[in-house]
């Protein structure tokens, strides 16, 4: 039972599927034995192959239940702003929200020419070396602190920040510009602009972002498309639910909207 929840825990942790041999060498156990307890967690739906690899199973998802989502009831009114930046940009659009100290894309706009990226198969990524990632470490207080407790920064490219510091700097422009940039730093031949979406009490509680294969999908044009894009899904959002909120009673304080 541990070595199976030693397994578990390991592709937990992962940003993309895992191989056999990588498996082994990050939970210290025999390759035959890691095969075998696989070959049971794949069984029970706890895990999946993904061509030769493994990853997280859809039962192992159900029994921890429902993960981040958008805030509830506002999938159809930011959807046609994704569709919009994806006309403008004819580059992938992502919608992101922080997940532990990951992020998890709860909503993607593809296109005919989509980048590939480690991504695709598990939904999640560092919050480092992705744009999404620098967009919520910069607005959310709380989750860079949580993220600067948990030590060293996993290299992902040779181009990924690994240091605090560094990350630190670049998380003081993204405030003050309020737009995030990744360039091949997650994935190499994969760029990415985001910028922050808030909630009526200035909360940042997703990220919208643009990612492509070259330079020009993070152009300074397209930086501003995701920014204006950002800006729009938070005023939507707060108008759409301010107006379905209940009203204040005149003799308490306003209710929030969230």
Not at 124 to 143: I, Q
Not at 203 to 218: E, L, T, Y
Not at 224 to 241: F, G, P
Request: charged share 20%; with cysteine.
């Amino acid at each position: 039972m541990e070595k199976a929840i030693t397994i578990l825990t390991s592709l937990s942790a992962a940003v993309q599927p895992m191989s056999l041999a990588e498996l082994s060498r990050r939970t210290g156990l025999p390759k035959t034995t890691t095969y075998r307890l696989l070959g049971v967690l794949c069984a029970k739906g706890l895990t999946q192959r993904i061509g030769i690899d493994y990853a997280i199973g859809d039962q192992l998802v159900t029994l921890a239940g429902p993960g981040p989502r958008m805030i509830p009831g506002t999938r159809p009114i930011v959807l046609p702003h994704m569709i919009r930046l994806y006309e403008q940009t004819r580059q992938t659009v992502n919608l992101a929200v922080a997940r532990g100290l990951e992020i998890a894309y709860v909503e993607r706009v593809y296109g005919h020419s989509r980048v590939s990226s480690p991504s695709d198969e598990v939904d999640r990524a560092p919050l480092h070396c992705t744009a999404s990632g620098k967009v919520l470490l910069a607005f959310d207080h709380e989750l860079n602190v949580a993220f600067h407790d948990r030590g060293t920064l996993r290299r992902m490219t040779r181009r990924t920040i690994a240091g605090h510091a560094a990350l630190d700097r670049e998380l003081r422009v993204v405030r003050r510009t309020g737009v995030a940039y990744s360039r091949e730093e997650f994935a190499e031949g994969v760029v990415c602009a985001a910028a922050p979406v808030f909630d009526a009490e200035g909360r940042i509680r997703m990220a919208v972002s643009v990612a492509g294969s070259s330079p020009s999908a993070v152009s300074g044009e397209v930086a501003a498309m995701v920014k204006r894009t950002a800006h729009a899904i938070s005023v939507t959002i707060v108008k759409a639910l301010s107006a379905t909120a209940p009203r204040p009673r005149a003799d308490g304080p306003p209710a929030s909207f969230l």
